[in-house]
């Protein structure tokens, strides 16, 4: 079964959104200072 062009571009751009909130992520841990909020962001960064 193939997919149709507009089910591959969703699913590049929807890709795309995550890597992006990822590093949100990455960078907020970087910042925080707050152990408990540190460890937050660290299991929302491996889900």
């Not at 969703?10 to 590093?23: C, D, N, P, Q, R």
């Not at 907020?28 to 889900?47: P, T």
């Amino acid at each position: 079964m193939t997919l149709p062009v507009v089910d591959l571009g969703l699913m590049a751009e929807h890709l795309t959104t995550h890597k992006g909130i990822i590093s949100k992520l990455k960078r907020y841990h970087s910042m925080v200072s707050i152990v408990a909020l540190k460890e937050i962001l660290s299991i929302q960064k491996i889900r």
